[in-house]
């Protein structure tokens, strides 16, 4: 059984672990702020570039374009977007367990952060590329990853792309998710809900023509997707950071007023017991 100075030794301890997860709590609510600002104002132009795709799958015919181009798969890439650090909660084991969901025989990996590396490392599947972004990684910076992987799909080095990567959605809730990057068939183009049946940029004319803006704009469609998934994947790994070193101190917190509860009754019963024995010598001399 434990004594008081035991019990004295673990609180302070805790009380120390408590002011760290406390800093890397308020560390993590700084960056996540931008983060959350970063991914949510990307969002209105990825909306209306859905709106000119759909516009031009209305004009033309998307089969003809490679990129769109459908066949049967026997190599498949994934791209895996997954954090630098730790420290996130369950968010890097959410997100691994869907990328191991592939089979290893046929699936070759890009992968994006340290976490994915050791886990294609350690599960020994094929590695085709490794990118290592900053914190804040901007548009440029990324247009390698989509470029690579858009040239495995042109060389027929694979069938098909997916995006293995956790979605934001608020600071509670990032859902992993797998999403098909290449190709993009023709009844998978982005479409806006409430026009969808109707070509949302009637009356606009495109220059030269339709099938030269398509040709141009699908592969910046295709690297604005990954730029986006990927301030998707910042803002939901700080947000997940910021939430488990609040659990995280706030735990320490409860486990402090345990302790102290414990040591105030440890303390207590050898005051009593001293008491009692004072009592008995008393009575024992009065004798």
Do not use: C, W
């Amino acid at each position: 059984m434990a004594n008081t100075q035991d019990i004295r030794r673990r609180i302070k301890s805790i009380r120390n672990t408590a002011q760290i997860t406390k800093a890397m709590q308020m560390v993590a609510a700084s960056k996540m702020r931008k983060a959350q600002q970063h991914a949510l104002a990307g969002r209105p132009y990825a909306a209306l570039m859905n709106k000119v795709l759909v516009s031009l799958q209305q004009r033309t015919d998307p089969r003809l374009h490679p990129l769109l181009q459908v066949r049967d798969v026997k190599k498949e890439l994934v791209v895996v977007i997954s954090t630098d650090k730790g420290l996130a909660g369950a968010l890097n084991t959410n997100l691994l367990r869907e990328a191991a969901r592939f089979e290893a025989s046929k699936t070759g990996y890009i992968v994006v952060g340290r976490k994915a590396r050791q886990f294609i490392t350690r599960t020994k599947r094929e590695l085709l590329a490794d990118f290592e972004l900053k914190d804040a990684p901007t548009f440029v910076e990324t247009k390698p990853i989509a470029k690579f992987a858009t040239e495995k799909f042109l060389a027929r080095e694979v069938d098909k792309v997916s995006v293995v990567y956790t979605h934001f959605i608020n600071t509670i809730n990032q859902r992993p998710t797998v999403q098909t990057l290449l190709p993009i068939e023709h009844g998978e183009l982005p479409k806006n809900e409430s026009t969808s049946a109707n070509d949302p940029l009637l009356g606009y004319i495109f220059e030269p023509n339709a099938e030269g803006v398509l040709e141009v704009m699908l592969p910046y469609y295709l690297q604005y997707q990954i730029f986006q998934m990927i301030l998707d994947a910042r803002a939901s790994e700080h947000s997940a950071r910021m939430v488990a070193m609040k659990n995280a101190t706030d735990n320490a917190h409860q486990f402090i007023k345990d302790l102290t509860l414990e040591y105030n009754k440890m303390r207590q019963a050898s005051i009593t017991t001293e008491l009692l024995e004072i009592a008995t010598a008393q009575m024992a001399l009065g004798q």
